[in-house]
């Protein structure tokens, strides 16, 4: 069996208005991520962190932020295409391990579910998707809530 890890990190700008999606579940907040799809970063980070552990490259590689077919799209679509891309090459999810950096809102209640979107987007079970949250104690961009940043790193075995 081979083995490879992957690790993805991601930031998005926080506006007022805009809709906030994590996880592929919309949180109810005051602001929302700016990007050129649905700005779900905790998405973002695990394409890129599978993508990677793949050799295949990075999200923005195979999901131009210029191309106009691209635009305002659900992140979830994207990793569906991630999945079947690293699964071409006879790659499978052992697991994922997720942090996200956000002072606002608390999002520990939406795990659980966010964990069943994940998985059930990947084709996977919820006991391989692990999601955690923390604030920066203020400081900073996300401490000022000007953004969410998040991290992800992937096992996959072939």
Not at 12 to 37: P, R, Y
Not at 105 to 131: F, H, Q, R, T
Request: net charge negative; proline share 3%.
């Amino acid at each position: 069996m081979k083995i490879r890890t992957g690790l993805g990190y991601d930031v998005h700008q926080l506006v007022d208005g805009k809709d906030f999606w994590l996880g592929g579940i919309k949180i109810e907040h005051t602001k929302g991520a700016v990007g050129h799809s649905d700005a779900d970063v905790l998405i973002h980070v695990i394409c890129d962190a599978l993508l990677g552990a793949a050799n295949m490259r990075d999200i923005g590689y195979h999901f131009a932020d210029t191309d106009p077919a691209f635009k305002g799209i659900d992140s979830k679509i994207l990793l569906r295409d991630v999945m079947k891309l690293i699964r071409t090459k006879g790659w499978e999810i052992g697991n994922i391990d997720s942090t996200i950096c956000l002072q606002r809102p608390k999002i520990n209640p939406y795990i659980p579910e966010m964990k069943k979107c994940l998985a059930e987007v990947m084709g996977i079970d919820e006991e391989d998707v692990s999601i955690k949250a923390t604030t920066t104690e203020k400081l900073g961009f996300v401490g000022k809530e000007e953004g969410v940043a998040a991290f992800a790193t992937v096992l996959i075995t072939k």
